[in-house]
Every structure is written in C-alpha cells, then in structure tokens.
C-alpha cells in the first residue's frame, strides 16, 4: 500500500513562500511521476505541477515562473517551492504519484492559506 506523507503547508502572507513536501513509501513497483495538485473551495482540483523520474516538468500556467517543482527519486520525495504566492494560490494542496503500472496515489492534502 503506497503511503504519501505531506509537509509544508500553512498560512502565508501574499507575496510570500512556501516549499510543500511529499515522501512516498510503500511501492511495490517504480514511481515515474510525482506531482501536485491543488483544490480551492468551490472549485475543481486543477493540475500544479509534475516532474517524470527524469526530471521532464509540466507547470499549470498560472503558477509558471513562481513555483518550482523538484524531486529526489532515491527517496521518492517531491517538493514543490512555491515563491510570490497570492490569494488565488490559496487551496488544500494534494501529492500525486503514479507507478509504471500507471496506477495513481493520491496524499490526504495540505491546507496553503494566502492572506494578510
């Protein structure tokens, strides 16, 4: 059973940073995709970030040239910085991983609050 541990979330003033974490333990098979999601109230869970075992990025265009996505693969961890963050950044952040099974994980969310 794949395991996804969050970290990092809270409450951040606009313009400010935040860096989001997510280890993933458990796997039987390799991960090749690790990413985030995010959900705001009233609203779809909408695409962040991924970045492939390889190191191949996918942005959301709304947070292009602010967030950063990186991983470690020998620890099967993600992290997501997020820099000059804003009111509509504001959403229950959600870790994402899928096996070459293409099998997908979710985590239980991160709350990420932007407001002065």
């Known amino acids: 059973q794949v395991q996804l541990v969050e970290s990092g979330g809270g409450l951040v003033q606009p313009g400010g940073s935040l860096r989001l974490s997510c280890a993933a333990s458990?796997?039987?098979?390799?991960?090749?995709?690790m990413g985030w999601y995010r959900q705001a109230p009233g609203k779809q869970r909408e695409l962040v970030a991924t970045?492939?075992?390889?190191?191949?990025?996918n942005y959301a265009d709304s947070v292009k040239g602010r967030f950063t996505i990186s991983n470690d693969n020998a620890k099967n961890t993600v992290y997501l910085q997020m820099n000059s963050l804003n009111r509509e950044d504001t959403a229950v952040y959600y870790c994402?991983?899928?096996?070459?099974?293409?099998?997908?994980?979710w985590g239980q969310g991160t709350q990420v609050t932007v407001s002065s």
């Open positions: 458990g796997s039987s098979f390799s991960i090749n995709l």
């Open positions: 994402y991983v899928r096996d070459i099974l293409v099998r997908g994980y």
């Open positions: 970045i492939t075992s390889s190191g191949m990025t």
